[in-house]
């Protein structure tokens, strides 16, 4: 198919050009090829009983039956979403045995009563905590930029946006805590939603961090986004909202900050480039000082979030299966066990004053604009240091972790020149805005295509 957007594999099914069962197995033979990234995109792949969803979407069909005009087209679930009668193992090893989920995620039942066909579990960071990519029990995808050299394909929704970006289906379901939608997607040169967090219920999932956790779509285009997220979120039948028109548009650039400290020249010329077309298109680009941004790393300097809510979680896990663990991924987690009640209470009340000055300070722009990571895709190589695995996650990772800090919905769109490097633009909007935001990315990703 030309475009592996969900709306071309809508119409294309609709007008009979394809069916469900042709893109079943389109999917399902992209994952199985033994040259591709399938195995170590997939922890498991569900081939038989997504051959027998796309049978059916194909029946409904032909009886006119269909429960929505996506009915038919094939995705794939991050390991840590609940599927009825699997075990959800969040990319590890430590929770093997575990009873298998009695249902499924409320997020993965509204997009298969919808008539999505589910491929199969993609592969993650454990337990979802790192921005590299890296597992070390099922093998790290590679991204699809330079596959010679092996490079790094961001975390934690690792296998999904590899698979997308591969054709392995036309989306992935991700989950975004500091960024793991949007710095895979950027480092694989697709788009990576993250939503305002209480937007979709977290019902269903293995937590990371119940404060900054949200669930999110990897996908080809905004649109795809838009759609995944409206039946995520428990709309009936949504559609993408429509492009909003880019003149007029307020997008600050908050020079100023950590946003844009040590970013590789391939990604500042690619962000430049990206203002420029956007000014072209009518957008109104502006300096914004947001000086409250550089107090985020000191109020999250005992741990943050993550590490206090996640050590309440695993530690029973780690007392009995800790030496499982990827041991970074286990550093990360054992830092909030250090983090005391006056720590977390002191961090809500920082986190509460930083969002309102932050809102206060951007109230009247539609978005505020800065490259998603300030790195290409790094190689896999390179992490395999402690001391280089730690930088580099935190440098993938600090732009995307305020957008989930100050509670907002984000974006990261492909912007890149044709052959180049993977760069992300991210876009963050206002905490609800989330139909809005969709709206303007689509704008934002017309005028970068024209």
């Excluded at 592996?4 to 893109?23: D, H, N, P």
């Excluded at 680009?285 to 943050?304: D, Q, R």
Aim: hydrophobic share 50%; charged share 20%.
């Amino acid at each position: 198919m030309e475009s592996r957007s969900i709306e071309a594999a809508a119409a294309a099914l609709a007008e009979g050009r394809t069916t469900a069962a042709a893109l079943a197995e389109e999917a399902l033979a992209r994952i199985a090829d033994e040259d591709g990234e399938g195995r170590r995109a997939f922890v498991a792949v569900q081939a038989e009983a997504a051959r027998a969803a796309a049978g059916a979407m194909d029946a409904l069909r032909r009886a006119n039956r269909a429960p929505s005009r996506w009915a038919g087209i094939p995705i794939s679930v991050k390991d840590l979403y609940d599927q009825a009668g699997v075990a959800s193992l969040a990319g590890s090893v430590a929770l093997e045995g575990v009873t298998p989920a009695a249902v499924t995620a409320p997020s993965v039942a509204r997009l298969e009563r919808a008539g999505f066909v589910v491929l199969g579990r993609t592969n993650m960071v454990e337990f979802a905590f790192s921005g590299l990519g890296v597992n070390p029990h099922h093998g790290t995808p590679r991204s699809p930029w330079d596959r010679a050299t092996g490079r790094l394909p961001g975390g934690s929704s690792s296998g999904a946006a590899v698979a997308v970006a591969d054709g392995m289906g036309f989306a992935g379901l991700g989950s975004d805590t500091g960024g793991s939608c949007r710095v895979p997607a950027a480092l694989c040169g697709i788009v990576g939603w993250k939503p305002t967090a209480r937007r979709v219920t977290l019902a269903g999932t293995v937590p990371l961090s119940h404060s900054l956790d949200s669930l999110g779509p990897l996908a080809n285009t905004a649109a795809c986004c838009a759609v995944l997220d409206g039946f995520m979120a428990g709309e009936e039948l949504p559609e993408a909202p429509p492009p909003a028109a880019l003149s007029g548009a307020r997008l600050a650039v908050p020079r100023d900050t950590f946003l844009f400290e040590g970013v590789e020249d391939a990604v500042a010329a690619a962000f430049e480039a990206a203002l420029r077309r956007l000014e072209a298109a009518g957008a109104r680009i502006e300096t914004l000082a947001l000086p409250e941004l550089a107090e985020i790393p000191a109020a999250n300097s005992k741990g943050g979030f993550a590490a206090a809510e996640a050590w309440a979680w695993h530690a029973p896990l780690v007392a009995r299966a800790g030496s499982r663990y990827d041991p970074r991924i286990l550093a990360r987690i054992e830092r909030g066990a250090a983090m005391t009640a006056s720590d977390y209470l002191l961090l809500q009340r920082e986190r509460a004053r930083i969002a309102a000055a932050v809102a206060a300070r951007t109230d009247g722009f539609d978005a505020f604009l800065c490259p998603t990571c300030p790195l290409t895709p790094p190689a896999i190589a390179a992490v395999e240091a402690a001391e280089e695995y730690n930088r580099i996650n935190l440098l993938l990772l600090r732009n995307t972790t305020v957008g989930n800090f100050l509670d907002r919905c984000s974006i990261s769109l492909p912007c890149q020149a044709p052959g180049s490097a993977p760069v992300g633009l991210m876009l963050t909007g206002a905490q609800g805005a989330d139909r809005v935001l969709l709206a303007l990315a689509q704008g934002v990703e017309a005028a970068l295509r024209a």
